[in-house]
């Protein structure tokens, strides 16, 4: 568990409607040392990524009102966060449903249920790419965080989303 000691400080986002998957994740993760953030579904994790700008996302694929495909989608079509490392996750190991996550640009599939050192692993791996890559998740755009997902979530057909501006 030598990479456990890596991981510190990392946060790590988990979207999943199942209170059994966000909470075992969140202990797995916590016990690594990252900071994790949890949402129930799409439409909550898009207002956390804004917030709090994850350095990676596991993301369910069946979720209520926002799916993870389209989730995954909104992410990857905003410059802002697009270099955020997206891992899917689901029950189903078929070829459709990976092929599918790649279409929208997912970064991986992990099939649930996952084991602590399952999803450890895939942490690590997705962090040693970030640093090999650039140092970074790829943060640095320009413009306000509230203003870049809705331009994203303009372009995908189908789905239309309006944020309102908090104070």
Known sequence: MSQAA???GLKVLVIDD????RRSAEIFLKQAGCEVLLA???FD??????????DLIFCDILMPRLDGYQTCAL????????DIPVIMLSSKDGLFDRARGRMVGSDQYLTKPF???TLIRTVGE?????????GSAGKGGSGSAASELPEAASATPGITLSFAATA
Do not use: F
């Not at 199942?18 to 998957?21: P, Q, R």
């Not at 994790?45 to 994850?54: G, V």
């Open 45 to 54: 994790a898009l207002a956390k990524i804004t917030d709090h700008e994850p």
């Open 18 to 21: 199942s209170n059994t998957i």
């Open 6 to 8: 890596g991981l510190s």
């Open 126 to 134: 997705h962090l040693n790419r970030s640093v090999a890559n650039s």
């Open 75 to 82: 992410i990857k079509k905003s410059p802002r966060y697009r």
């Open 115 to 117: 084991t602590k050192d």
């Open 40 to 42: 129930e579904d799409g």
